[in-house]
């Protein structure tokens, strides 16, 4: 009886939109007695707008959790009651909050005996803390714990707990992948401002305080009196929600919005510009969070333009936003993007630590340096940025992507927190005792003013948010590191579970398993031991592009050739760059012996032949890791198919396919990697795999009618090097003849579906149509390549040899029904 509640509650139709605050009603009869003691009253004693949004939130989630509405009373009743306020207020009232530190923004979930009654107090060390108290309360009955007995005091591990939105004023998002910004649209901040204000209340439930809502490449236009007018309203959206509004402001602006004659920072009308202009914002937006600057970076203009170095420039900013209590994230992304590719020792890599270690202690204390976490730019796998243990006297926050760039741009499944928490969990030996790089973001190992972390979320219109409802656990799980980095990825993701699907048991353990070794499984189809993704860095990182990245300016080389790979960053022969980490770190990483393997071609250039620790020479593990980690991909399907009428079915199908274009996905990747380094390296796979395809019948070699044979570019994201396209406006076809041996088979077609058309495929057997399918999908390129490369499988069927296989494409627009090959398979695993 209980099972079939449970599943009758956990089926509801789901937008995604509602997130990890689903609220959604407790069936199970153990939950609902234990909660039935709950008070019926509540009262705030904090009558702040962030106090008065946490009491409406506790009404909202019981009444939808327990179909109990709260009475709200102005004072103290002489009954049960829900009481919040801030912890100096509720102190007067009750002895048992007498000692007991609460801090920052913190909170403190007590129940209180008082006068014979039961009091469940949600004190807040401010008015944020009582609406994070209230957030984690409703987590935790969501997630049908005990809540009769509380005694949980939580202080966050920073005072910085942002996110960034790369959001363009006419409404597109630099590396958005979940449709178009919710704040801005044509140029103006939108009308509807609904979408802002639930996406504030999303961060705050995980505690994030801040959100800089513009493109770190910064329109001068931004800073304008019309648009800082406009930008004031989305601060107003998140204010009840204890969300400050931060911008990203280029730093040419004195010049480009007031047509001052100069931008260089030492300049005192460049300095009085900055001040008039925070105060002009400050009256607008009294809790302007401050501004972010990426300068000199990537073709934004910068302090260098005068001599000046990135402190001259923060510190002007810093000055302006002191007296009104903001704050400066200077970002430390600052490279020169036109390296020497022929010189051994250029590196990308050094950039951030060359440029910000000198100038350690020349920052004033409202600045706070940004760092990505890895030295290059959110690949699946870098080392910890040696810049996070390079200063000691200056604030730091470390920067991470949520938005998936790198990572399957939230069409892969690719749970970031596990990647997130080696690096905070990354003893750097700042000093003699273990310094965690959570520590030194905390400011636990060098005194600071200031620290934290800064997550690039980039949501979008999409009702899900992020696009992809499995990735959702970025955001989330983000929020909670931030708040407590001691977290393991393990419980975030078992909570975020529950609170988004429910607390089924084989739904939790499902979806968890699946989300901890998604990042594993990414890694292991695209880019191998450190060497980067391999993705098309010039383009839209998302395909694989292998030589993309290598003979030009952008660093993120790899320097494979036909007897080798990898960077040599050590000091004694390199680039130098793992000097810039402190010992015994950077002898681990100079030493082959102690390089660890999924870091050595970050570190290291080896033959293909080198022996890895696990025993295996680098191009066999190239080979088994692509071959395992499209297997873990197909895998996924089969794991999230036991959930059927386990989840909504509007998730289950919307996850399921998903899942199956990224297993058909993988297989582009598993292919494009194997067969470069097989013809690059000349070295055979062992087991066989790489460039023989036995099961597969290229459509260059079938029958073609309308159809012909293009190359395609980069040549090893396809089959062979080639596909066919059809270049009229009615349908073309490939035919060929099966030459197996009679049984059952499932039809794999690879085909590109480009955005730039919607073309149509219909599958034939003998003459007989047995599938047809539509290339609809929005992938990120209008050309035939790994970008488009999709597979689609029909179901399986009974094939005789000498069948006729036949398949039509009908064209549309620049989409000319591309066809890569045709592969027979015997398992049908998709
Ligand atoms: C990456 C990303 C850019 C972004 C840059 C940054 O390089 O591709 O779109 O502007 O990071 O972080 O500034």
């Not at 800089?212 to 204010?239: G, H, M, T």
């Not at 009908?810 to 890569?820: E, F, M, Q």
């Amino acid at each position: 009886m209980a099972i079939s509640l449970l599943r009758a509650t956990e089926c509801l139709a789901e937008t995604g939109e509602a997130a990890w605050l689903r609220y959604a009603p407790i069936k199970d009869p153990h939950a609902l007695k234990q909660y039935a003691s709950l008070p019926q009253t509540a009262v705030s004693l904090d009558h702040s707008l962030i106090a008065s949004s946490a009491e409406k939130e506790l009404t909202r989630g019981i009444q939808s959790m327990l179909a109990r509405t709260l009475r709200e009373v102005p004072k103290l009743p002489n009954e049960n009651a829900f009481v919040l306020g801030t912890v100096t207020d509720l102190r007067s009232r009750f002895s048992e909050l007498q000692s007991g530190q609460v801090t920052g923004d913190g909170f403190w979930l007590k129940t209180v005996h008082h006068r014979g009654h039961a009091y469940t107090v949600i004190a807040g060390a401010d008015e944020s803390g009582i609406l994070y108290g209230t957030f984690a309360l409703l987590s935790r009955v969501a997630q049908l714990q005990d809540v009769s007995n509380l005694d949980d005091r939580e202080t966050p591990a920073e005072p910085i707990r942002w996110v960034d939105q790369w959001d363009n004023l006419n409404g597109s998002i630099e590396r958005g992948y979940a449709g178009r910004s919710i704040f801005f649209d044509n140029g103006h901040v939108r009308a509807d401002l609904t979408r802002v204000n639930e996406y504030a209340r999303l961060l705050a439930s995980v505690g994030i305080n801040g959100c800089n809502v513009n493109n770190v490449n910064a329109a001068p236009d931004v800073l304008s009196d019309a648009s800082l007018k406009e930008l004031a309203r989305i601060a107003d959206a998140f204010r009840p929600w204890g969300v400050r509004m931060a911008l990203s402001v280029n730093i040419a602006s004195p010049q480009t919005v007031d047509k001052l004659d100069t931008f260089d920072p030492l300049d005192p009308r460049v300095q009085a510009w900055w001040s008039s202009k925070a105060d002009e914002i400050y009256r607008l937006i009294p809790d302007f969070a401050g501004f972010t600057v990426k300068a000199d970076s990537e073709g934004q203009l910068g302090p260098s333009s005068y001599g000046r170095t990135p402190a001259d420039a923060a510190n002007v900013l810093a000055r302006a936003l002191k007296a009104h209590g903001g704050v400066v994230l200077y970002r430390a992304f600052v490279y020169n993007h036109h390296l020497d590719w022929r010189d051994p020792k250029a590196d990308r890599a050094r950039a951030a630590y060359d440029i910000f270690h000198p100038l350690d202690g020349k920052f004033d204390d409202n600045v706070v340096l940004q760092i990505k976490h890895g030295p290059i730019d959110f690949q699946a796998r870098e080392p910890v940025s040696p810049l996070l243990g390079g200063l000691e006297h200056t604030n730091e926050a470390m920067e991470v992507q949520i938005t998936q760039e790198y990572t399957g741009q939230q069409r892969h499944l690719c749970f970031l927190i596990p990647m997130w928490k080696e690096v905070l969990d990354f003893d750097l030996h700042a000093k003699p005792a273990p310094t965690p790089v959570k520590d030194i973001l905390a400011g636990k190992v060098f005194q600071r003013p200031l620290g934290g972390i800064v997550g690039v979320a980039n949501v979008g219109l999409d009702a899900n948010w992020l696009e992809h409802p499995l990735a959702m656990a970025n955001l989330y799980g983000f929020g909670r590191l931030a708040w407590d980095p001691d977290l393991s990825p393990q419980t975030i993701a078992e909570e975020w579970t529950r609170l988004t699907f429910g607390n089924d048991p084989l739904v939790v353990q499902t979806i968890t398993a699946m989300q901890l070794a998604s990042w594993h499984i990414y890694e292991s189809y695209t880019g191998p031991l450190g060497a980067g993704t391999m993705t098309d860095i010039i383009g839209v990182h998302y395909g694989p592009g292998i030589e993309s990245s290598e003979r030009n300016g952008w660093g993120q080389w790899h320097r494979a050739d036909h007897d080798g790979i990898g960077m040599d960053r050590t000091v004694a022969t390199g680039t130098g760059y793992i000097g810039q980490y402190h010992e015994p770190v950077a002898a681990m990483y100079e030493s082959l012996a102690s390089c660890p393997d999924n870091l050595l071609l970050f570190m290291h250039h080896v033959s293909y032949t080198y022996k890895l620790h696990s025993g295996k020479t680098v191009i066999q593990h190239i080979y088994d890791s692509h071959y395992e980690g499209a297997e873990a991909a197909a895998h996924l399907i089969t794991q999230w198919k036991t959930l059927q009428g386990r989840v909504d079915d509007e998730r289950y199908k919307d996850v399921l396919q998903r899942l199956i274009y990224q297993a058909g996905h993988a297989i582009v990747w598993r292919d494009a990697i194997c067969e470069w380094f097989l013809k690059t390296s000349g070295i055979p796979d062992e087991k066989g795999r790489a460039g023989h395809h036995p099961n597969r019948i290229e459509a260059e070699l079938m029958e073609l009618d309308g159809y012909t044979p293009v190359e395609i570019s980069p040549w090893e994201t396809a089959s062979g090097g080639k596909a066919v396209t059809c270049d009229r406006s009615t349908d073309c076809s490939v035919s060929f003849t099966v030459q197996r041996a009679d049984g059952e088979y499932a039809i794999a077609t690879q085909y590109f579906d480009q955005n730039d058309g919607t073309a149509q495929f219909h599958l034939y057997v003998n003459g007989k149509l047995v599938d047809a399918w539509v290339a609809d999908d929005d992938l990120p390129s209008p050309k035939m390549n790994g970008h488009t490369s999709t597979r689609h499988t029909s179901p399986a069927l009974t094939l005789k040899t000498g069948d006729t296989i036949r398949i039509d494409g009908l064209p549309s627009g620049g989409d000319k029904a591309g066809i890569d090959y045709v592969e027979l398979e015997t398992s049908g695993a998709n």
